[in-house]
């Protein structure tokens, strides 16, 4: 009976991340050029906050130095404005599904310097979204540049987390987004397999597409640090600049029990 009910879970992962990649292929693919991505020396790596030259260290940036932070390191793409803001906007709300690989590509090379040694030891995990949405849009934005990224890197993706319903926030303004409850990302339950010896130790890599006001991804961050890994990086397309994530004092029983 266990082996039954695994490679059913199994078959059903499978022909989901098939149905993820494959829709879209009605259209014609876009043309897509190379996006020019910011050099290191433009972001603070801890926070992700659009920093000038000499501005941040590896201590931070005057926004987030001396402040307890829910990852390591931020990697990001660029800001949210022209072709990539064009670009990302697309594959989240227009269903450009083309436009996840060469992206995750590009995370991908912007990650494996920031990796290091621990390359061979991470996991990838996608910002989840709702399954209602997720059935609207007819995408999984965040899963196809996970995915993207774990092929490039040669690494597994563990789709870890699950979001309960809320409301799109595209239709809320940045002031109600950071006040959005923490509480509703959780962890997937896993009757046959124990998520947290598997991830214990090892270097999870959060992926998401836009960095907005922060409140999405320390509600992720507070369910992935109780599987105790050494290193929790987040990796997003762009960052909203302008728009600085609220990385205020963070711990996991408090993103764990609401705002």
């Not at 931070?60 to 072709?83: K, M, T, Y």
């Not at 010896?197 to 991804?217: A, F, H, P, Y």
Request: proline fraction near 7%; charge should be positive; include cysteine.
């Amino acid at each position: 009976m266990f082996a039954f009910r695994w490679r059913i879970r199994r078959l059903v992962r499978q022909l989901d991340n098939a149905a993820g990649e494959w829709i879209g292929w009605s259209r014609l693919p876009l043309g897509i050029e190379p996006v020019p991505a910011d050099p290191l020396v433009c972001w603070c790596i801890r926070c992700g906050s659009s920093v000038g030259t000499g501005e941040a260290t590896e201590t931070g940036c005057h926004r987030c130095r001396n402040r307890d932070l829910p990852f390591s390191e931020v990697v990001r793409l660029g800001c949210l404005e022209a072709e990539l803001r064009s670009l990302l906007l697309g594959l989240k709300y227009s269903g450009w599904w083309e436009v996840a690989q060469p992206l995750g590509r590009m995370l991908a090379d912007r990650l494996r310097p920031v990796l290091g040694n621990s390359l061979h030891t991470s996991v990838i995990v996608p910002m989840p979204m709702p399954a209602g949405r997720r059935l609207v849009r007819g995408i999984d934005h965040a899963g196809l540049l996970a995915s993207a990224i774990g092929k490039q890197l040669n690494r597994p993706v563990c789709r870890e987390l699950k979001m309960a319903r809320c409301r799109p926030q595209a239709a809320v303004g940045f002031s109600e987004r950071s006040r959005a409850p923490l509480g509703r990302i959780r962890l997937r339950v896993h009757p046959y397999f124990n998520a947290s010896r598997s991830l214990r130790g090892r270097t999870i890599v959060l992926v998401d597409d836009i960095l907005t006001s922060g409140r999405t991804s320390m509600a992720a961050a507070g369910c992935l640090n109780t599987l105790q890994p050494s290193r929790l990086i987040l990796a997003v397309g762009a960052v909203r600049d302008g728009k600085t994530p609220r990385w205020t004092s963070w711990n996991v029983k408090k993103s764990l029990s609401g705002p």
